[in-house]
């Protein structure tokens, strides 16, 4: 199993990291797979998938997709970690060579209008944001959720900003970060699973980082399928929240530390 410490041979000289975490994915990684390398055919990319803890043929179809690839400006890698969205999120970057990091899942929730999102707004600006956010919060989203779902993400969003007290709106969604900063700051994330993002988002807010949020349309794919976060672990996460937050002053000072760094650059 790859280790993980920070990836640094090469980085730079790709310009897009896609990070897949793939769990019990067999039916849907091979077209979001298929479909970055359409989309960023222009582009030197890599995407970069992490089997953790698959129960399905999810190994074995990654393994034939890496062995089979052959797209000249794409590379695709395969890694395996522990079980767990933010061990795989977590060993995605730190294995990662790209200038820019995305977070994404394994169901492409959103098309690529985050990518496209953050290109408009960096288009607009003098210099680009160091963390962009697809997010569902935003006014312009365009995303329909069942009752189910609109109730555990209004619950989640109210013991987040009454224990974390952040400003995003959506630290679930899509993260595309600046490279070099999101591999400074991976060790020091250490959530395992849903809240990895969460942390993320903590970290950089404490470093007073104010990601940008950009707006999305859920695509009919991701809205099929069932919620992955039973309401049980809404419980475990309100833990996870008090946790976090007794970590503040740690995660200030790593993603205090990367963003010197970033800007140092």
Same mark, same amino acid.
């Given at each position: 199993m790859p280790?993980?410490?920070?990836?640094?041979? !090469? +980085?730079?000289?790709? *310009?897009?990291?896609?990070?897949i975490p793939a769990h019990n994915s067999a039916a849907v990684i091979e077209s979001t797979v298929t479909a970055f390398a359409d989309h960023l055919v222009d582009r030197i990319t890599e995407i970069v998938v992490v089997e953790n803890g698959s129960t399905d043929d999810t190994s074995a179809v990654c393994a034939r997709l890496e062995r089979e690839w052959d797209v000249e400006r794409t590379a695709l890698r395969v890694l395996h970690?522990?079980?767990?969205?933010?061990?795989?999120l977590r060993l995605g970057i730190l294995r990662?060579? !790209?200038?820019?990091?995305?977070?994404t899942a394994d169901d492409l929730p959103f098309g690529f209008d985050d990518l496209a999102g +953050?290109?408009?707004?960096?288009?607009?600006?003098?210099?680009?944001?160091?963390?962009? $956010?697809g997010s569902k919060a935003h006014p312009r989203s365009e995303v329909e959720r069942g009752i189910l779902r609109a109730t555990m993400t209004l619950g989640f969003a109210t013991l987040r900003r009454v224990v974390l007290r952040t400003r995003t709106g959506d630290p679930q969604g899509t993260f595309l970060l600046d490279g070099q900063m999101a591999r400074e700051l991976a060790p020091a994330l250490t959530?395992?699973?849903?809240?990895?993002?969460? *942390?993320?988002?903590?970290?950089?807010?404490?470093?007073? $980082?104010?990601?940008?949020?950009?707006?999305?349309?859920?695509?009919?794919?991701?809205?099929?399928?069932?919620?992955r976060v039973a309401? +049980?672990? $809404?419980?475990?996460? +309100?833990?996870?929240?008090?946790?976090?937050?007794?970590?503040r002053r740690g995660l200030r000072e790593a993603a205090g530390a990367a963003l010197r760094r970033?800007?140092?650059r």
């Open positions: 280790t993980d410490s920070p990836s640094r041979d !090469g +980085a730079g000289a790709v *310009e897009l990291s896609v990070v970690s522990d079980k767990g969205m933010g061990n795989a990662s060579r !790209g200038d820019k990091v995305l977070l +953050a290109d408009e707004h960096a288009r607009r600006s003098a210099v680009p944001a160091p963390v962009y $956010i959530e395992p699973g849903f809240l990895f993002t969460t *942390e993320l988002d903590y970290a950089v807010e404490l470093a007073g $980082i104010r990601p940008v949020e950009v707006p999305v349309r859920l695509s009919d794919r991701h809205h099929d399928q069932p919620s309401p +049980a672990d $809404i419980v475990a996460m +309100a833990r996870g929240l008090w946790q976090l937050r007794s970590r970033h800007t140092a």
